[in-house]
Structure formats: structure tokens, C-alpha cells
């Protein structure tokens, strides 16, 4: 790398200051799924290609931490206080801005790393059609049966839960849904 002092030479010139702000953003959509930004875009700071990829590799690690989302001084990753003054003041405005979209990212993408999650569903609507055989004669009845098949991944493997329910367990199903989906918003 071409040195601390040369980076933040860089950093804390006030006419780079859009510039700046244009790479955070494009740092934070990276953490959010985004394409990664491109040198090229942001060259024009006057920094070599290895102090972008550094300053780069720096503000992902910071941005991938939850305690980013806190926007307290005190709780910032110890990265956050290597930065210069100006820079310090315009992360904490980038992460005002996208704290909702960069808070959605985090959790779920710790959730995927800690729980099964539901990537994919299919379903089919089978008739069942039973025999019964009463007294004195056989008579048939028809059953709707919904089977449904739920595309888990877990821990990065991926696998498939085959679940059958009559009208009764899915209507029970849907309501259980709708309560978890309403506590949610």
C-alpha cells in the first residue's frame, strides 16, 4: 500500500468530498447485493488502485458489522476511528440514509447463517378418494389434499420438506401465517 498518510491525503480533501459520498453508498449497496464499485469510477480522488482496494476491503468489514447500525460514536468498530475527521462525519451520514435497507441485509444474512430459510415453495391440490365401508355397503369419499413441498437451505445445503395437510390443517396453516406475517408489520 502507498502509505496511511498519502490515503487519507486523499480522504480528506473537501472536493472529494461528492466523490466520497458516492463510494460509501456504492459500498453499502455492495453489502446490500450490489456489483462492487469499480476503480474506475472513483480514480478521480487521486489514489492509487491498491489504496482504493484497501479503503474498499475496510469499509466492507465496517459495513458488514451490526454495530454500524448503532450510529453511536462510542460503539463503532474500531476500523470506524482509523478515519479521518470528514470521513468519520460522512459514514455516519451514508448509514443515516440507508440504515433501514443496510439493517434488512444484516438480518438477514445472519438468519440465513443461524436458521433454516425458505428460499423456494411448490405445491399440488391432490383428490383423495377413500373407501368406507359402512353396515351392509362400501361408499367412497373425496378428500382434498394439498401437498407441499418447502425448498429450505440451511448452513448453505439446500433440501426439500414434503408436507401433506387436509382442508382442516391448512386453513389452520394459513391463519398461523397471517398471525406471524401481522407481528411482523
Request: proline share 3%.
Amino acid at each position: 500500500m502507498g502509505g496511511n498518510n498519502n490515503l487519507n491525503s486523499c480522504l480528506i480533501r473537501e472536493d472529494n468530498n461528492d466523490l466520497l459520498t458516492q463510494f460509501l453508498h456504492a459500498c453499502i449497496s455492495e453489502v446490500c447485493g450490489s456489483s462492487a464499485p469499480e476503480y474506475s469510477h472513483f480514480s478521480k480522488m487521486g489514489w492509487p488502485e491498491d489504496e482504493f482496494n484497501y479503503t474498499h476491503k475496510i469499509l466492507l468489514t465496517l459495513f458488514n458489522k451490526p454495530a454500524v447500525l448503532h450510529l453511536d460514536d462510542a460503539k463503532m468498530p474500531q476500523e470506524f476511528f482509523h478515519m479521518p475527521e470528514n470521513v468519520q462525519t460522512l459514514i455516519l451520514s451514508c448509514l443515516k440514509i440507508r440504515r433501514e435497507q443496510l439493517w434488512r441485509t444484516l438480518a438477514f444474512n445472519h438468519s440465513q447463517n443461524q436458521t433454516s430459510t425458505m428460499i423456494d415453495f411448490d405445491w399440488r391440490l391432490k383428490v383423495i378418494i377413500c373407501m368406507v365401508m359402512g353396515s351392509s355397503k362400501v361408499s367412497s369419499l373425496k378428500e382434498p389434499l394439498l401437498q407441499l413441498d418447502l425448498r429450505v437451505k440451511e448452513k448453505g445445503e439446500e433440501d426439500i420438506l414434503g408436507i401433506e395437510m387436509n382442508r382442516g390443517e391448512l386453513d389452520s396453516f394459513i391463519k398461523t401465517l397471517e398471525a406471524a406475517n401481522a407481528a411482523l408489520n
